[in-house]
Protein backbone atom coordinates (compact mmCIF):
# COMPACT_ATOMS: atom_id res chain seq x y z
CA UNK A 1 0.00 0.00 0.00
CA UNK A 2 0.96 3.26 -0.77
CA UNK A 3 1.36 6.54 0.83
CA UNK A 4 -0.34 9.45 -0.32
CA UNK A 5 1.35 12.91 1.75
CA UNK A 6 -0.99 15.94 1.50
CA UNK A 7 0.46 20.06 1.80
CA UNK A 8 -1.38 21.98 4.05
CA UNK A 9 -1.59 23.61 0.94
CA UNK A 10 -4.12 20.62 -0.60
CA UNK A 11 -5.96 20.65 2.86
CA UNK A 12 -7.41 24.50 2.43
CA UNK A 13 -8.15 23.82 -1.02
CA UNK A 14 -10.49 20.63 0.64
CA UNK A 15 -11.49 22.87 2.89
CA UNK A 16 -12.49 25.55 0.50
CA UNK A 17 -14.79 22.65 -1.73
CA UNK A 18 -16.53 21.85 1.39
CA UNK A 19 -16.97 25.60 2.33
CA UNK A 20 -18.36 26.31 -1.61
CA UNK A 21 -21.30 23.58 -1.12
CA UNK A 22 -22.19 24.14 2.27
CA UNK A 23 -22.56 27.93 1.05
CA UNK A 24 -25.11 26.64 -1.95
CA UNK A 25 -26.86 24.55 0.33
CA UNK A 26 -29.72 25.90 2.66
CA UNK A 27 -27.49 24.09 6.12
CA UNK A 28 -26.08 26.81 7.96
CA UNK A 29 -24.92 25.41 10.98
CA UNK A 30 -24.47 26.75 14.88
CA UNK A 31 -21.08 25.30 15.38
CA UNK A 32 -18.77 22.99 13.46
CA UNK A 33 -17.39 19.71 15.83
CA UNK A 34 -14.67 18.09 14.87
CA UNK A 35 -13.69 14.82 15.43
CA UNK A 36 -10.43 13.91 17.65
CA UNK A 37 -7.99 13.78 16.23
CA UNK A 38 -8.00 13.89 12.55
CA UNK A 39 -10.81 15.86 12.41
CA UNK A 40 -9.41 18.90 14.48
CA UNK A 41 -7.09 21.22 12.23
CA UNK A 42 -9.69 21.05 9.54
CA UNK A 43 -12.58 21.65 11.57
CA UNK A 44 -10.65 24.52 13.19
CA UNK A 45 -9.96 26.19 9.65
CA UNK A 46 -13.33 25.43 8.52
CA UNK A 47 -14.47 27.14 11.72
CA UNK A 48 -12.56 30.26 11.43
CA UNK A 49 -13.28 30.74 7.64
CA UNK A 50 -16.98 30.05 8.54
CA UNK A 51 -17.09 32.40 11.38
CA UNK A 52 -18.57 29.88 13.74
CA UNK A 53 -17.57 28.26 16.34
CA UNK A 54 -15.78 25.18 17.32
CA UNK A 55 -16.16 21.84 19.32
CA UNK A 56 -14.71 18.53 19.48
CA UNK A 57 -15.96 15.11 20.30
CA UNK A 58 -13.06 12.00 20.77
CA UNK A 59 -14.26 8.57 18.76
CA UNK A 60 -11.36 6.69 18.33
CA UNK A 61 -11.81 3.66 17.30
CA UNK A 62 -8.79 2.38 14.96
CA UNK A 63 -6.13 3.77 17.59
CA UNK A 64 -7.58 2.98 21.19
CA UNK A 65 -8.94 0.12 23.64
CA UNK A 66 -11.70 2.11 24.88
CA UNK A 67 -15.06 2.55 23.56
CA UNK A 68 -16.38 5.59 22.87
CA UNK A 69 -18.04 7.86 25.66
CA UNK A 70 -21.55 8.05 24.12
CA UNK A 71 -23.16 9.95 26.61
CA UNK A 72 -20.52 12.85 26.40
CA UNK A 73 -20.89 13.22 22.97
CA UNK A 74 -24.91 13.25 22.67
CA UNK A 75 -24.45 15.68 25.15
CA UNK A 76 -21.69 18.09 23.78
CA UNK A 77 -24.25 17.59 19.89
CA UNK A 78 -27.57 17.95 21.83
CA UNK A 79 -26.53 21.80 22.76
CA UNK A 80 -27.14 22.61 19.54
CA UNK A 81 -29.86 22.93 17.00
CA UNK A 82 -27.82 22.24 14.03
CA UNK A 83 -23.60 20.39 13.74
CA UNK A 84 -21.50 20.04 11.23
CA UNK A 85 -18.99 17.26 12.48
CA UNK A 86 -16.23 17.09 10.22
CA UNK A 87 -13.28 14.60 10.16
CA UNK A 88 -10.42 13.76 7.94
CA UNK A 89 -11.29 10.85 6.27
CA UNK A 90 -14.83 8.61 5.55
CA UNK A 91 -12.70 5.36 5.45
CA UNK A 92 -14.85 2.26 6.55
CA UNK A 93 -18.18 4.83 7.49
CA UNK A 94 -17.87 3.27 11.29
CA UNK A 95 -16.81 6.75 13.07
CA UNK A 96 -19.36 8.83 11.05
CA UNK A 97 -22.46 5.96 11.79
CA UNK A 98 -21.79 6.01 15.74
CA UNK A 99 -22.62 9.25 15.32
CA UNK A 100 -25.41 8.76 13.12
CA UNK A 101 -26.95 6.20 15.07
CA UNK A 102 -26.76 8.62 18.24
CA UNK A 103 -28.54 11.22 16.22
CA UNK A 104 -31.83 8.91 16.01
CA UNK A 105 -32.66 10.00 19.42
CA UNK A 106 -31.64 13.67 19.10
CA UNK A 107 -33.62 17.18 17.22
CA UNK A 108 -30.00 18.43 16.61
CA UNK A 109 -30.05 18.87 12.85
CA UNK A 110 -25.97 17.02 11.52
CA UNK A 111 -24.65 17.21 8.68
CA UNK A 112 -21.40 15.87 7.86
CA UNK A 113 -17.61 16.36 6.11
CA UNK A 114 -14.89 15.39 5.33
CA UNK A 115 -11.58 15.80 3.63
CA UNK A 116 -11.19 12.47 1.72
CA UNK A 117 -14.53 10.68 1.09
CA UNK A 118 -14.17 7.07 0.25
CA UNK A 119 -17.17 6.12 -2.20
CA UNK A 120 -17.13 2.62 -1.16
CA UNK A 121 -18.33 3.91 2.86
CA UNK A 122 -21.08 2.64 4.09
CA UNK A 123 -21.50 5.78 5.78
CA UNK A 124 -22.69 8.96 3.15
CA UNK A 125 -21.42 12.24 4.03
CA UNK A 126 -22.95 15.72 2.85
CA UNK A 127 -19.77 17.86 2.16
CA UNK A 128 -16.32 16.46 1.11
CA UNK A 129 -13.14 17.88 -0.04
CA UNK A 130 -12.94 14.67 -2.82
CA UNK A 131 -13.73 11.31 -3.20
CA UNK A 132 -11.69 8.83 -3.86
CA UNK A 133 -12.65 5.11 -4.81
CA UNK A 134 -10.64 2.74 -2.51
CA UNK A 135 -11.27 -0.31 -5.24
CA UNK A 136 -9.46 1.57 -7.88
CA UNK A 137 -6.35 2.32 -5.70
CA UNK A 138 -6.30 2.57 -1.98
CA UNK A 139 -3.42 4.53 -0.64
CA UNK A 140 -2.37 5.76 2.62
CA UNK A 141 -3.65 9.08 3.23
CA UNK A 142 -0.92 10.98 5.46
CA UNK A 143 -2.21 14.47 6.26
CA UNK A 144 0.05 17.71 7.16
CA UNK A 145 -0.46 17.38 11.43
CA UNK A 146 0.99 13.58 10.93
CA UNK A 147 3.99 14.28 9.53
CA UNK A 148 4.94 17.87 10.11
CA UNK A 149 7.93 17.03 12.34
CA UNK A 150 9.37 15.01 9.77
CA UNK A 151 9.39 17.37 6.61
CA UNK A 152 11.22 20.17 8.97
CA UNK A 153 13.89 17.61 10.00
CA UNK A 154 17.18 18.40 8.97
Not at 34 to 63: A, W
Not at 131 to 146: C, G, H, L
Amino acid sequence: MGKIYFTIEEMIYLIKNISVQLNSSSFDPDVIISINRGGCIPGIYLSHYLDKPHEVINIELRDSKLKPDLISITEKIKQFNSVLIIDDINDSGSTIGIIKDLSNNLTTKIHFAVLINKSESKSKVEYYGKTVNSKINDPWYVFPWENWWKLNEK
